[in-house]
């Protein structure tokens, strides 16, 4: 039993947090302020044509009987007009000192006794007096006129009244006002059902889509067939699941070309370490070159390693604070650092370096940048080929150029190099040429996180030619000039 009601109260507060429930709620709330304002707008309306045909009529009374007395004063066995007074009508007629001296009722007559009635306070101040109620489908009414006699005023008129005729009218008014308040109710109630009916038709299906996305290797758009509320978070969902599919995408081609740019090398160590083993009296000239062929295997991984982990580090966007830094310094020192290298291969550097150029970036991210352009503008560059580098600022931006007299880039490829392990001629990773294919990946990544973009093209001697573009800061003479 304590299981059953544990679960009914689960099931309970579970449906009072929905939103169905809110929506349900929030529709009877507003029919009852519907009904609520209705009734009374037209129970005042009702009240109001009441009270002036009503006004009309007392107060006409009031004033005629009133002027009748003035003309002949106390005389009332001669001057009470019988239609004045009735079943439920009442005249009480009154002195100045508020003494009774008629009164037209056979049940609780007054004459005689002093009544202080606001009624006919307000006469004998010289003020014409009407008030109106309704009281249990009843008109409550009363009118009061003075009586003036030669200039003074020696009395009042009070008519009372209880209207009982439009019982009827009220019983119907009010009968009219439940019916319909209770019809309207239930259309709202109706319509609210229908409406999460509906609603809850179409968030199934998005949730259906979320449910089967944890399953499917490739998720499926949520058809956007109306235009209602609910399209823009479709829209939306479809936009995450377009990117969900991609990241899918590229999990499995970073899966597969990373396994196998690691079982490479590693299958090469295992050729070599089984050749060692196998031969009887390996010599030790043999011996040291399997050694250093492992030991480019091992470097081979660990600089793939090395990649993998920076692009990891720039998806993760955990990378350092961005700070000013001199662009020139760091192409200087890269040039320094990389002059080995193109001294054995004949190149020649040329060098067109503005000092005055400055980004805003990390120095780490900026370091990947110019030294992996001037690295594979060596690297792919001819024996004998020359490299020319630029770095100047201009409107703003500060530029970095390479252009070799390289074997170039095709058009076609030119922007698939950017994407991880793709390499425009495989041939070469075993020529000492080929990398990992991951350094122009790490270039474009750095570039547009420091808000820069990159493009290559092909230079006049039939080479490629990088361009990357960096928003440039601005030197306080600069700032002056603004």
């Given at each position: 039993m304590d299981i059953i009601l544990k679960l009914n109260l689960g099931i309970g507060f579970k449906f009072r947090e929905s939103l169905s429930f809110k929506i349900i709620i929030s529709c009877a709330l507003a029919s009852i302020l519907i009904i609520l304002f209705s009734t009374i707008f037209i129970w005042n309306k009702i009240s109001s044509a009441s009270y002036s045909a009503k006004?009309?009529?007392?107060?006409?009374?009031a004033s005629e009987y009133s002027a009748s007395l003035s003309a002949y004063g106390f005389d009332f066995k001669l001057n009470i007009p019988k239609n004045y007074a009735g079943v439920n009508r009442r005249v009480i007629v009154t002195d100045t000192a508020f003494k009774v001296v008629f009164d037209s009722s056979d049940i609780e007559n007054s004459r005689g006794k002093t009544l202080l009635l606001p009624v006919a306070f307000s006469a004998i101040q010289g003020n014409e007096y009407f008030s109106f109620d309704v009281l249990d489908m009843s008109l409550e009414s009363c009118a009061s006129s003075p009586i003036i006699a030669d200039g003074k005023i020696?009395?009042?008129?009070?008519?009372?009244?209880?209207?009982?005729?439009?019982?009827?009218?009220?019983?119907?008014?009010?009968?009219?006002?439940?019916?319909?308040?209770?019809?309207?109710a239930i259309i709202f109630i109706i319509t609210a059902f229908c409406i999460v009916a509906m609603y809850k038709a179409r968030t199934s299906n998005l949730i259906k889509t979320v449910r089967n996305a944890h399953e499917a290797d490739e998720i499926e758009k949520i058809p956007v067939d109306c235009n209602d509320e609910l399209a823009p978070i479709i829209r939306e969902f479809n936009n995450i699941?377009?990117?969900l599919n991609y990241v899918l995408q590229m999990r499995q081609v970073f899966v597969s070309d990373a396994s196998h740019e690691l079982r490479t090398p590693l299958a090469a160590i295992k050729l070599l370490c089984e050749s060692i083993t196998q031969t009887d009296n390996v010599d030790a000239d043999t011996?040291?070159?399997?050694?250093?062929?492992?030991?480019?295997?091992?470097?081979?991984?660990?600089?793939t390693a090395e990649k993998l982990l920076v692009l990891s580090k720039l998806d993760n966007a955990n990378r350092s604070a961005?700070?000013?830094?001199?662009?020139?310094?760091?192409?200087?020192?890269?040039?320094?650092?990389?002059?080995?290298?193109?001294?054995?291969?004949?190149?020649?550097i040329e060098q067109y370096i503005e000092e005055?150029?400055?980004i805003l970036a990390d120095m780490e991210g900026a370091?990947?940048?110019?030294?992996?352009?001037?690295?594979?503008?060596?690297?792919?560059?001819?024996?004998?080929?020359?490299?020319?580098?630029?770095?100047?600022?201009?409107?703003?931006?500060?530029?970095?150029?390479?252009?070799?007299t390289g074997i170039g880039i095709a058009p076609e490829y030119r922007e698939q190099v950017f994407e991880r392990f793709y390499r425009v001629d495989k041939s070469r990773e075993h020529d000492g040429?080929?990398?990992?294919?991951?350094?122009?990946?790490?270039?474009?990544?750095?570039?547009?996180?420091?808000?820069?973009?990159?493009?290559?093209?092909?230079?006049v001697s039939g080479g490629t030619r990088f361009t990357v573009v960096f928003p440039s800061l601005l030197t306080e003479d600069e700032v002056d000039m603004i």
């Open positions: 006004q009309t009529e007392l107060t006409a009374a020696i009395g009042s008129v009070c008519i009372f009244e209880t209207d009982l005729s439009l019982q009827h009218v009220f019983r119907a008014c009010r009968n009219a006002l439940i019916i319909t308040g209770i019809l309207t699941y377009e990117r011996a040291r070159e399997f050694m250093e062929d492992i030991i480019l295997e091992v470097d081979r991984m660990s600089h961005l700070a000013p830094i001199s662009l020139s310094s760091i192409v200087h020192k890269t040039i320094t650092t990389l002059a080995p290298i193109a001294e054995n291969k004949d190149v020649t005055d150029c400055s370091s990947q940048i110019i030294g992996n352009l001037i690295d594979n503008a060596i690297k792919y560059n001819n024996v004998g080929g020359t490299l020319r580098i630029y770095l100047f600022s201009r409107a703003g931006k500060c530029t970095f150029i390479t252009d070799d040429r080929g990398g990992s294919g991951l350094g122009l990946s790490i270039v474009k990544r750095n570039v547009e996180s420091f808000g820069g973009t990159v493009r290559i093209s092909e230079s």
